[in-house]
């Protein structure tokens, strides 16, 4: 048998057919509600103090008022451990490469990273086209510098942490999953008119589609919830067990 052409980019042409990571888990409309419904009721994490002060910070910059905007600073810093977590264990691979049992966990915890990563991209640039098509604009610094700067700093922080003690790091990404989701489920019941409103932005292929605004909302802060979940649990492990 001849061997295939060789066309031209053929790594972009290999993964073309290949769908992108999209919601964690796609849920019903009745099981985005009573997820929604079991996170309002459930009890906040007892925030570290490096979260405490990332959300004080967040608060003094965009308010307290839960805005598309503020959301929109959320999920630009939100991505940032799990490349700082995946880029932690590349290095741990340079020098465990020889043993092939620990080499092949630390590549399952860079997939999983990157899994994460990707699912916190499509809420960004969710959220980034909302906000664009909203009127008024935006100041540059406050929206566009200043969150850049947030996420490099939160970026050293947990790429540190990590590399020293992961549960540290998992504690404060779980503490920030935990702020999302519950600010999630406040933002969808302070707008019932998004119960209506339907949702057909660019990414919505990407992402999976959803039945309304607020069901996108909905199904946002059910990942963000098995976000929590993973470094919950991970607190709790060895480092790439
Ligand atoms: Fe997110
Ligand atoms: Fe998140």
Same mark, same amino acid.
């Given at each position: 048998?001849?061997?295939?052409?060789?066309?031209?980019?053929?790594?972009?042409?290999?993964?073309?057919?290949?769908?992108?990571?999209?919601?964690?888990?796609? !849920?019903?409309?009745?099981? %985005? =509600?009573? @997820? &929604?419904? +079991?996170? #309002?009721?459930?009890? /906040?994490? $007892?925030?570290?103090?490096?979260?405490?002060?990332?959300?004080?910070?967040?608060?003094?910059?965009?308010?307290?008022?839960?805005?598309?905007?503020?959301?929109?600073?959320?999920?630009?810093?939100?991505?940032?451990?799990?490349?700082?977590?995946?880029?932690?264990?590349?290095?741990?691979?340079?020098?465990?490469?020889?043993?092939?049992?620990?080499?092949?966990?630390?590549?399952?915890?860079?997939?999983?990273?990157?899994?994460?990563?990707?699912?916190?991209?499509?809420?960004? !640039?969710?959220?980034?086209? %909302? =906000?664009? @098509? &909203?009127? +008024?604009? #935006?100041?540059?610094? /406050?929206? $566009?510098?200043?969150?850049?700067?947030?996420?490099?700093?939160?970026?050293?922080?947990?790429?540190?942490?990590?590399?020293?003690?992961?549960?540290?790091?998992?504690?404060?990404?779980?503490?920030?999953?935990?702020?999302?989701?519950?600010?999630?489920?406040?933002?969808?019941?302070?707008?019932?008119?998004?119960?209506?409103?339907?949702?057909?932005?660019?990414?919505?292929?990407?992402?999976?589609?959803?039945?309304?605004?607020?069901?996108?909302?909905?199904?946002?802060?059910?990942?963000?919830?098995?976000?929590?979940?993973?470094?919950?649990?991970?607190?709790?492990?060895?480092?790439?067990?």
């Amino acid at each position: 048998m001849p061997a295939p052409e060789i066309v031209e980019r053929p790594v972009t042409a290999a993964i073309s057919d290949r769908p992108p990571f999209g919601a964690m888990a796609h !849920l019903t409309h009745d099981q %985005l =509600v009573e @997820a &929604q419904q +079991g996170t #309002l009721a459930s009890p /906040r994490r $007892r925030a570290s103090l490096s979260a405490k002060a990332l959300f004080n910070t967040m608060d003094l910059l965009y308010g307290k008022e839960r805005t598309l905007a503020k959301f929109r600073v959320l999920e630009l810093i939100a991505r940032v451990p799990y490349q700082a977590w995946e880029n932690v264990a590349y290095v741990a691979m340079t020098h465990k490469a020889s043993e092939p049992n620990f080499a092949r966990r630390i590549f399952d915890k860079v997939r999983v990273s990157r899994f994460e990563q990707d699912n916190e991209q499509w809420h960004l !640039l969710i959220l980034e086209e %909302l =906000v664009h @098509a &909203q009127p +008024g604009r #935006l100041g540059f610094v /406050r929206h $566009r510098i200043v969150p850049q700067i947030i996420a490099f700093a939160y970026y050293q922080l947990s790429w540190l942490m990590y590399a020293v003690r992961p549960s540290w790091s998992y504690r404060l990404n779980a503490d920030f999953e935990d702020h999302a989701e519950h600010e999630y489920a406040l933002l969808v019941e302070e707008n019932p008119a998004w119960e209506h409103e339907a949702y057909d932005g660019s990414f919505a292929d990407d992402y999976g589609r959803c039945d309304s605004l607020a069901d996108l909302f909905r199904q946002i802060g059910y990942d963000e919830r098995l976000h929590k979940l993973e470094s919950e649990a991970n607190m709790t492990l060895k480092r790439f067990s």
